[in-house]
């Protein structure tokens, strides 16, 4: 199978090619013809299937036999992830000069509304500064929006869950109807709320949405990946994970260190690098040129480590990523999936670990029905070792490390967030009230 079979262009086949792309993925060859055949796409594939080609290709072959302005609009749920999309797209349509435009918080608002205004071909963008650019531009980018082809819903699960529902909704509302337009659905995890949308019955004048999903038997974690678990008290986290990484078979390897709060992320950054252990974070209160910057470094390995919170478990693309290690272990098993999905991807090797305390044996538990299997016990750390050596020179650095935050007044970011959403939520409420009295007022007179 080759992707002009698949319908696409030849020289979208050799874009594809010169990124070293020849064959097509089962999630692409299974979503390419239905796509380019005008039909809505439901698309549930493992994590690193190839679910960005299966959207973008189609949709840059399409805008190609008709350029025009705004073609799609790339909906994601983090600002990583937002920018790795738009690489590919610039990648795929090189050769035919399409414009690309990225949406999201942590960058200069006022250019992306340039930007914006400028019709793109593709817009690429987190809900809440997409949200934000439509209250505050209306209708000098409604127009453009409105005249979108497709809207691609990139990790599913996540935009549609309940935290994203308003800014979702404002995106979605500025966009043409449902029956005039396009809309694929790309996830890794197919959840009640992504699988009841397949049940809805089309549009007039559209075709029956098209359904992929991952089989029922085939296996959520690679079989190229090694789990396994330390079981230590929650209050030695640090030493522990610090005796991983410099043990001698790991001294070498990429790891992504996986937490579940951005306190924690940047206190286990700091405590690595006072360890001298090259180390970067990624977490939401980064300023996003940090954040970009934080992620260079990490793929170009410059740094061995990074620690970071969910924001780094969806859709990124990390070749070096040799090791993935739960410093805390999250609630929600597709959580874990996910996140250990960093690394073993395209067939290599890959391992995880994850650091286990007397209060997560449930949610280990719940983890191991999830993926099928049975953690192994890590053999590789001797407890008299941590103890006797690590145990002091990590906490004394950990100390350091929360002294150094409190004086850096980190958090402050989170409080400045914080009370943007609550005047927001307390804007938004005022208008709904003026527009129900402006309804009761009517409806009276």
């Known amino acids: 199978m080759s992707f002009t079979s698949l319908g696409l262009p030849p020289w979208m086949a050799e874009c594809l090619k010169n990124i070293a792309i020849t064959k097509p993925s089962a999630i692409q060859e299974a979503c390419i013809p239905p796509i380019l055949d005008g039909r809505d796409c439901i698309g549930g594939a493992k994590t690193g299937s190839g679910k960005t080609i299966a959207f973008a290709a189609p949709m840059i072959a399409k805008w190609?036999?008709?350029?025009?302005?705004?073609?799609?609009?790339?909906?994601?749920?983090?600002?990583?992830?937002?920018?790795?999309?738009?690489d590919q797209f610039a990648a795929l349509g090189s050769g035919v000069g399409i414009k690309t435009c990225v949406v999201i918080g942590g960058v200069e608002m006022?250019?992306?509304?340039?930007?914006?205004?400028?019709?793109?071909?593709?817009?690429?963008?987190?809900?809440?500064?997409?949200?934000?650019?439509?209250?505050?531009?209306?209708?000098?980018?409604?127009p453009g929006l409105r005249r979108?082809?497709?809207?691609?819903?990139?990790?599913?699960?996540r935009l549609l869950s309940s935290s994203m529902a308003d800014d979702l909704a404002t995106c979605i509302g500025a966009l043409a109807?449902?029956?005039?337009?396009?809309?694929?659905?790309?996830?890794?995890?197919?959840?009640?709320?992504?699988?009841?949308?397949?049940?809805?019955?089309?549009?007039?004048?559209?075709?029956?949405?098209?359904?992929?999903?991952?089989?029922?038997?085939?296996?959520?974690?690679?079989?190229?990946?090694?789990?396994?678990?330390?079981?230590?008290p929650s209050y030695v986290r640090d030493a522990y994970l610090y005796s991983i990484l410099t043990h001698e078979d790991n001294t070498s390897?990429?790891?992504?260190?996986?937490?579940?709060?951005?306190?924690?992320?940047?206190?286990?950054?700091?405590?690595l690098e006072k360890m001298e252990i090259k180390t970067v974070s990624l977490h939401s209160e980064m300023p996003q040129r940090e954040r970009i910057n934080a992620l260079a470094k990490f793929r170009a390995e410059v740094a061995r480590v990074l620690v970071a919170t969910d924001v780094a478990s969806r859709g990124l693309d990390i070749p070096v990523v040799e090791m993935v290690i739960n410093f805390e272990i999250p609630?929600?098993?597709?959580?874990?999936?996910?996140?250990?999905?960093?690394?073993?991807?395209?067939?290599?090797?890959?391992?995880?670990?994850?650091?286990?305390?007397?209060?997560?044996?449930?949610?280990?538990?719940?983890?191991?029905?999830?993926?099928?299997?049975?953690?192994?016990?890590?053999?590789?750390?001797?407890?008299?070792?941590?103890?006797?050596?690590?145990?002091?020179?990590?906490?004394?650095?950990?100390?350091?490390?929360?002294?150094?935050?409190?004086?850096?007044?980190?958090?402050?970011?989170?409080?400045?967030?914080?009370?943007?959403?609550?005047?927001?939520?307390?804007?938004?409420?005022?208008?709904?009230?003026?527009?129900?009295?402006?309804?009761?007022?009517?409806?009276?007179?």
Request: charged share 35%.
């Open 253 to 271: 390897k990429s790891a992504i260190v996986f937490v579940n709060r951005t306190a924690t992320a940047e206190q286990v950054r700091r405590t």
């Open 331 to 445: 609630a929600d098993p597709d959580d874990y999936v996910h996140r250990v999905g960093r690394t073993a991807r395209a067939g290599r090797r890959g391992e995880s670990i994850s650091l286990v305390s007397e209060q997560d044996v449930t949610l280990i538990q719940g983890i191991e029905e999830r993926v099928g299997q049975k953690m192994e016990q890590y053999g590789k750390i001797d407890d008299d070792d941590v103890v006797n050596n690590t145990l002091r020179p990590v906490s004394m650095a950990k100390r350091e490390a929360i002294m150094d935050m409190d004086r850096d007044g980190f958090g402050e970011l989170r409080k400045t967030r914080e009370k943007k959403r609550r005047l927001k939520e307390a804007a938004s409420a005022a208008v709904k009230n003026e527009k129900k009295k402006h309804r009761k007022k009517k409806g009276s007179s």
């Open 64 to 86: 190609a036999e008709d350029p025009f302005g705004i073609c799609g609009v790339v909906l994601t749920p983090t600002r990583e992830l937002a920018i790795q999309i738009a």
């Open 148 to 157: 979108a082809k497709f809207l691609v819903l990139d990790e599913a699960d």
């Open 177 to 232: 109807p449902p029956e005039k337009r396009q809309t694929l659905l790309f996830t890794a995890t197919v959840t009640d709320s992504v699988r009841a949308l397949k049940n809805q019955a089309p549009k007039a004048g559209k075709k029956p949405v098209f359904v992929h999903e991952v089989a029922s038997d085939e296996v959520a974690i690679p079989a190229t990946l090694t789990q396994s678990y330390l079981f230590i």
């Open 110 to 142: 006022t250019k992306q509304s340039r930007d914006l205004k400028e019709k793109p071909h593709f817009v690429i963008a987190t809900p809440g500064r997409l949200a934000d650019e439509i209250r505050s531009n209306g209708e000098e980018i409604l």
